[in-house]
């Protein structure tokens, strides 16, 4: 039992538990995290990804009229308040199978706080409340930011490469490039997960005998040897920032790890870890 006199291990006990984790992150992060349920608020998660995405007229991640017909239905809408204002929301949906996953689709916040931490052990105990055993999302590969953020800050693994998910984008932060992505998988109960969401996740070191099977020269993708159990595949140090100034590049980037970690996922390999230069850890059962 939870201090609540709740089994700890029933939907309400673990979401208890996970309520305190995403509380005490909210205060480090100086935030208030709540569901939206007002149009006003719901203008502010658009405008607010309009800053950070600098989106054409038609292409915001989300409008108006989707949140609220998600908040009406039940799923996922949330905010981040601090500074006077809306810092960070959050978006997602259930998602197969029916009852047990939720899918997040977009989470935007500033920058260098820990809002967006906070945000997804929200998300997290928001989840564990209502029964739920996995929240999925998708993600870049080639943004080292956020493969930190997602495979070593909160303990998710990639489980499939998706080609040109999303097709052309118009922002300016996909603008040019194509729209790869990583369906990222976080198993809510995983004791992976468990610890990483109390603060206990560690750099990564990188396993002894692991081959280098993509790396970085000179800014470029070098290809290396793809004979091993452990390979290594790297990823650009900016590539947002490399898009707008050396196209080609960065188009080379997203080629190279399509092929190389996009092949290592469909063969059936499992990435296990990012480190801290940067590199994918993958397995090969």
Known sequence: MNQAGKPADSPSGRGDAATGRFEAAARRAGVKVRELREIAEFEQVVELYDGIWETEPGHAPINVELLIAFAHSGNYVSGAFGDGGLV???????????????????????????????????????????????????YDPLVRRN??????????????????????????????????????????????????????????AVPGGAVVALAEEDGRPARGSMDGRTLLVGTPRDIETLRPRDPATARAWRHAVRDVLGGLLEDGAQVTGFTAGGHYIVERS
């Open 88 to 138: 960070g929301a959050s978006v997602g949906f259930f998602a197969a199978p029916s009852g047990r996953a939720l899918h997040s689709h977009v989470t935007g916040c500033a920058r260098g706080r820990g809002i967006g931490f906070a945000l997804k052990l929200h998300q997290r105990a928001w989840a564990l409340t209502r029964g739920l055993g996995v929240i999925s999302w998708t």
């Open 147 to 204: 493969a930190h953020f997602n495979l070593t800050k909160l303990g998710a693994r990639p489980e499939r490469y998706l080609e040109s998910f999303y097709g052309a984008m118009g922002d300016a932060i996909n603008a040019g490039d194509e729209s790869d992505r990583l369906l990222a998988v976080w198993p809510l109960d995983d004791p992976r997960v468990e610890a990483a969401c109390s603060g206990a996740a560690r750099p990564v």
